[in-house]
């Protein structure tokens, strides 16, 4: 079978241009997850890779599917020049790994904790996935493997984090969009939560 990998930066590239940076880590016992840093005016998006190089498998499976299972890649969005961004590589590449350190499967709808600041002087600690196939489109593989989901990363304080676990993913989209929330600001305050 074709390594993925390559396939998944072909897909990036052509829908975010060229990377102006790139980083890798890799932690004991994982593949290697990079990060790439792309440019689009003011808008600065990372995206992770390697982390569709196996699917995601059911923490319940007793035997993990090497073929069969979910495939992903996270992608964030954030405003240039108004935080110190550019660390959040390393806690991406940390999200990025959870398949095969926790045993998760990523998916909209889920918050993923880091439990530290994204970045120096974050408000946020974790992120809600959001929903594939507006900024990167699905990558279709040959059968039977799953095709690659490039999920959204949306930065949430820990307010909304605990909101999240109480009302769901869908409550706080929409009290987001109804208060005009601007998702891409990376020093935001949190909604208002009551």
């Known amino acids: ?8 930066e072909a897909r990036l590239r052509t829908s975010l241009g060229e990377p102006d940076a790139r980083a890798a880590v890799t932690f004991l016992g994982t593949d290697r997850i990079e990060v790439l840093r792309f440019h689009e005016g003011d808008i600065v998006r990372y995206a992770t890779l390697g982390m569709s190089a196996q699917p995601m498998a059911d923490p319940t499976a007793v035997l993990a599917d090497p073929v069969r299972g979910p495939r992903a890649e996270l992608v964030l969005s954030v405003r240039a020049g108004a935080a110190d961004t550019g660390k959040v590589l390393r806690p991406l590449a940390v999200l990025a790994a959870s398949p095969q350190v926790e045993g998760v499967v990523v998916a909209p709808g889920a918050s993923l904790d880091v439990g530290e600041p994204l970045w120096p002087g974050a408000p946020f600690t974790s992120v ?30 820990p307010n909304e984090a605990a909101w999240k676990r109480v009302h769901g993913a869908q409550a706080l989209q ?18 208002p939560l009551e």
């Open 1 to 8: 079978m074709a390594d993925v990998l390559p396939l998944v």
């Open 128 to 157: 809600l996935v959001a929903e594939p196939g507006g900024l990167v489109e699905d990558l279709e593989l040959d059968e039977p493997l799953d095709p690659v989901r490039f999920l959204p990363l949306l930065p949430m304080t």
């Open 174 to 191: 929409e009290r987001w969009l109804n208060q005009g929330t601007d998702l891409r600001d990376p020093s935001r305050k949190s909604v």
